[in-house]
């Protein structure tokens, strides 16, 4: 029997339509409004270690993480490039600051992709013809990344500060010197600490060109103030259809970053649910401890694969409701709670059991999910 999950497949409400980007594959990624949107992070080790870098990486795949950049900022670095590429069990960029060397190397050994940031490049103008050539031996993409705090000096003296139009005109003045050589396989950034600015930026970009676009909101911050910027950029601008791959900048482990923007594109149905829970944010009605049992699912349940929607209702009003829309959840009140499975009561528990029976009927209906996976692929 195959068991109904109840998510909307495809979602029954849509966003705005994907703005038409060039597709470019980042090893084996597509990235480009073709493909989904792709959820990148960035290790924190130093890259010369290459077991520790391999291990974060591997956390990171683990978490959810599509792409993974490296830093580079020194031959030990660039030495290490060629094993961790190899190895790395999802497409590697290399992070290129300062030394147009690097960018030789990176792509010599075998990075997916190499970011640079011009405006921080030695000579970086003099060097184009020459990248674009090795890129283009290699097959490896170009990410041309500007930021607010290395904005080239030129356009810094012309807007004053690191404006929108500045931002913009950077990004595309660089790729209009690779397109002089024939290199097309570029996406480009234009991040900025400010949500607003970063927004404003990204919309003129897509505006004016077709190459897909990285979206962030760089130095985001601690966890909670970067999660929120970065929630209400890319909530806004992929719900016009433009950005075709993120990443969260958070001052915080990167696995967290890609916890925050797997929950950002699953939110907007832009990504495949896993574990969804409807929780009450508990009030004067609430007659059980809503926020321990909504955090006792959740740490149970976190490492399911299916798609599941649990509802955690602490009181009578609007609990039954949301219950019976999930797949599995709680009305709770008067210290027992009512199950509800597929929108129907199928037994009432005391408080202290509640957390325990919404476990045991998710863990029943992953174990059907699982049969009727064998069944359909036997």
Not at 42 to 64: P, S, W
Request: charged share 20%.
């Amino acid at each position: 029997m195959r068991v109904d999950l109840g998510m909307p497949a495809p979602p029954s409400v849509v966003l705005g339509e994907r703005q038409p980007t060039r597709q470019l594959r980042v090893g084996s990624v597509g990235v480009g409004s073709e493909s989904p949107v792709s959820v990148q992070s960035m290790t924190t080790t130093v890259t010369a270690d290459v077991n520790a870098t391999l291990q974060q990486i591997a956390e990171l795949t683990a978490a959810g993480c599509d792409i993974v950049r490296v830093a580079c900022p020194s031959q030990d670095d660039a030495d290490a490039l060629p094993i961790i590429a190899t190895k790395s069990p999802i497409p590697v960029i290399a992070d290129i600051h300062f030394q147009p060397r690097y960018v030789f190397a990176a792509i010599e050994a075998g990075c997916a992709a190499v970011r640079v940031n011009p405006g921080n490049i030695k000579k970086f103008d003099d060097k184009v013809a020459e990248i674009a050539r090795a890129a283009r031996d290699h097959g490896t993409p170009i990410r041309i990344g500007v930021n607010a705090g290395s904005l080239d000096p030129r356009l810094l003296a012309k807007h004053g500060k690191a404006t929108p139009q500045a931002l913009v005109e950077s990004a595309l003045w660089e790729a209009s010197l690779f397109a002089e050589h024939d290199f097309h396989d570029i996406k480009i950034s234009v991040k900025h600490h400010d949500p607003v600015v970063m927004v404003e930026a990204y919309r003129r970009l897509s505006a004016a060109c077709d190459y897909p676009l990285h979206l962030g909101v760089t130095e985001a911050g601690p966890p909670l103030q970067g999660t929120v910027k970065s929630a209400v950029a890319f909530g806004t601008l992929l719900a016009e259809g433009i950005g075709d791959t993120i990443r969260v900048s958070l001052s915080a482990p990167p696995v967290e970053e890609v916890k925050v923007g797997v929950q950002i594109l699953q939110s907007l149905n832009l990504r495949p649910r896993k574990l969804e829970i409807v929780s009450c944010p508990s009030c004067g009605r609430a007659q059980v401890d809503v926020y321990k049992l909504a955090e006792e699912v959740t740490a149970a349940l976190d490492e399911m694969e299916i798609p599941l929607r649990v509802a955690v209702m602490g009181c009578v009003v609007n609990g039954p409701g949301e219950a019976r829309e999930a797949d599995i959840g709680v009305a709770a009140g008067n210290g027992k709670g009512q199950i509800f499975v597929k929108g129907k009561v199928v037994k009432t528990v005391p408080e202290s059991r509640i957390a325990e029976a919404l476990i045991d009927e998710a863990m029943r209906i992953a174990g059907e999910a699982g049969q009727d996976s064998d069944e359909w692929t036997s």
